[in-house]
């Protein structure tokens, strides 16, 4: 999968299509995207809503099929894996970052981070540990008891981070992640994004971070930004960098 420069990139998309539903119900959310998203960088998709950026990560992330064109990821064709290959390969590759968090109301916030781990076999007592590091990275490691009711919202998408990294993912998908939260928050979940773009995994690999916003102020935390509208790439409209 090298391309012209030489370099590895981490996913490649051709040609994707998607579309849902059929007939009058039928909708073209993705209408010919090519991307390339390469080792070392951060990069934001932006678009209004509705212009395909979920649909994108999530066939990016294998979590649904493109109806046309080439996806690669990691060196796999998601398509010609199966359901359980490929729920392997994810565990192992990506880590997600959502904008509701999605932590487990009961569990503690050291659990809460151990769950990549504990759904991968890793011994318990080795969970935690990891668990306790990858929240101390976040600068949460005086609050690994604590339920996320306890916790700020911006020490809750915090936690969500922490748990994203846990597994040495080579890939951060992030999802609106500073929707809900305010500036001051939202820029200390991006400074966070930004340091794990800058990481290598256990084998010594450049990760990458691919962060789906619509939220102007974090623009400036991206390497590259790429602009989405009705399915498609576009060049950046006018006065968008002065957002
Ligand atoms: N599962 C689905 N079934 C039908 N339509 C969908 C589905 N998921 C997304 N869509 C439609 O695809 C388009 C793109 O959606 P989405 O990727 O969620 O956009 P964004 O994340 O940019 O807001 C929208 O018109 C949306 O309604
Ligand atoms: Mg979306």
């Given at each position: ?8 990139a981490?996913?490649?998309?051709r ?10 119900a ?9 991307l390339d ?9 932006m ?44 565990a192992q ?8 968090f999605?932590?487990v109301p ?12 504990l759904i ?10 990891r ?14 008891d ?6 700020s919202g911006g020490?809750?998408q ?9 597994g040495q ?10 929707a ?6 939202g820029?200390?979940v ?54």
């Open positions: 999968m090298n391309d012209t420069t030489g370099h590895d981490l996913v490649r998309l040609g994707v299509h998607k579309t849902f539903g059929e007939g009058r039928e909708v073209r959310a993705l209408r010919g995207v090519d998203v390469n080792p070392g960088e951060m990069l934001m998709l678009g209004p809503s509705g212009c395909g950026k979920t649909t994108l990560i999530s066939i990016i992330s294998g979590v649904l099929s493109q109806s046309q064109g080439n996806v690669e990821a990691f060196g796999y064709q998601w398509e010609k894996l199966s359901e359980d290959a490929k729920a392997i390969a994810r590759n990506i880590g997600y970052v959502f904008q509701q999605h932590l009961q569990l503690p916030a050291i659990e809460n981070v151990a769950v990549p781990l991968r076999g890793v011994p318990r007592e080795q969970a935690l540990r668990a306790a590091a990858s929240l101390t990275d976040v600068g949460l490691g005086d609050r690994l604590d339920p996320p009711r306890q916790l020490m809750q915090r936690v969500s981070v922490a748990r994203a990294l846990v993912p080579r890939l951060l998908v992030c999802d609106e992640p500073t809900n939260l305010d500036a001051d928050n820029h200390a991006m400074e966070l994004l930004r340091k794990a773009s800058r990481r290598t995994d256990d084998q010594g690999r450049a990760c990458a971070v691919i962060v789906v916003t619509h939220d102007a102020r974090v623009e400036s935390f991206a390497d590259r930004i790429e602009y989405m509208e009705d399915g498609r790439f576009v060049d950046a409209p006018v006065g968008a960098h002065q957002a």
